[in-house]
């Protein structure tokens, strides 16, 4: 089956290091109508380091230890690269994410 992953969702995504997957969260997805299937995903982490660019996620079952989303952390993701979906967030925390991520992308345009 293809994936088919959509923005709010967390997925395990191989980057084919570690030979470990990543959890990530899908923050946007082309339209069908585009040449290539990526999407934009930022990566979730156990290590909070207090910048205005992480994402405190709320605690939910299919994540083992108090997580957070980091918007520095963006890059895209071809859609072979999503082994499994683990679960959603609520458009209040994907919201949040992606200001924090429109907070980082200003903040490197010099």
Known sequence: MKASPQPGEVWHVDFGYDAKPRY???VSVP???VRLAIASVVQLTTH???TPYEVTLPRVPWLREQSYCNAQSVQPVKWV???RRAG???ARVLAEVRAALGLWLKS???
């Open 48 to 50: 909070y380091g207090g």
């Open 81 to 83: 690269e999503f082994v």
């Open 24 to 26: 990530c969260l899908v």
């Open 108 to 110: 490197s345009s010099g």
């Open 31 to 33: 339209d069908p109508a």
């Open 88 to 90: 959603q967030v609520d």
